[in-house]
């Protein structure tokens, strides 16, 4: 079936690395995604990977996939406080983009 | 400019009520989307419109109904409004020959 599981929760002190993994199900997935949900804000797109690589990095963002294991995860360098945010992975089953797969989002927070 | 932008952002309305969420995008995109985030964060699909045609119209109560008057607005409405209602509803906004989907900033429904 279709599921993409993500950790509720993450806590990180400011200017640490933070990791925010997930795990998803449909190895047809053309595309996995990274969006930011910040507190009472719409989702903003952070960065997505085609399943043919195995890293993207776009500044302090890092995107690691292993695709023999299902397995994204999203490294911010120096992580700040204005990361905070809840972090949702997307999948998209059978290379649909139109129809996302949805984790239930990590919440970061990043103390001071 | 704001790319995807739904109104009203807040609404508090009775139950039993009928209410409608309107939301137009400027990118020129052919496929919108309407998307409900409940209270546990949880982000699912509800319809989605390619150039004015219903495409993916997911297990939804039939109280609400989109409406796409042309490719650039996607309007909401919801009849006989019920408690369980109340969540985000995110328009968002693609196009097909692109990998990602934008987002508005939400509507927050509140049914008391």
């Known amino acids: 079936g279709e599921d993409v599981e993500q950790s509720l929760f993450l806590s990180v002190r400011e200017g640490d690395s933070s990791v925010i993994n997930c795990t998803y199900t449909?190895?047809?997935?053309?595309?996995l995604y990274w969006y930011k949900q910040e507190p009472g804000a719409g989702l903003q797109l952070l960065t997505y990977?085609?399943?043919n690589m195995d890293m993207k990095q776009d500044q302090r963002l890092t995107v690691l996939l292993n695709k023999k294991d299902k397995h994204l995860s999203l490294r911010i360098a120096d992580t700040q406080t204005g990361d905070s945010a809840i972090y949702f992975c997307?999948?998209?089953?059978?290379?649909?983009?139109?129809?996302?797969?949805w984790g239930l989002g990590t919440s970061l927070a990043v103390n001071p | 400019d704001t790319a995807v932008s739904q109104t009203p952002k807040y609404l508090v309305t009775q139950m039993g009520n009928d209410k409608s969420i309107k939301c137009e995008q400027n990118l020129g995109h052919d496929t919108m989307y309407w998307y409900k985030q409940d209270s546990k964060k949880f982000l699912k699909i509800m319809f989605s419109?390619?150039?004015?045609?219903?495409?993916i119209n997911e297990t939804v109560p039939n109280r609400f109904s989109p409406k796409s008057p042309d490719k650039a607005h996607l309007n909401l409405h919801i009849n006989s409004l019920e408690l369980g209602d109340s969540a985000v509803y995110f328009c968002?906004?693609?196009?097909?020959?692109?990998?990602?989907?934008?987002f508005g900033e939400g509507s927050w429904l509140t049914v008391v």
């Open positions: 990977i085609f399943s």
């Open positions: 968002a906004s693609s196009q097909e020959s692109e990998n990602t989907i934008y």
């Open positions: 997307a999948e998209s089953p059978g290379g649909n983009n139109r129809k996302l797969i």
């Open positions: 449909d190895s047809s997935s053309t595309y």
């Open positions: 419109y390619n150039n004015k045609e219903l495409i």
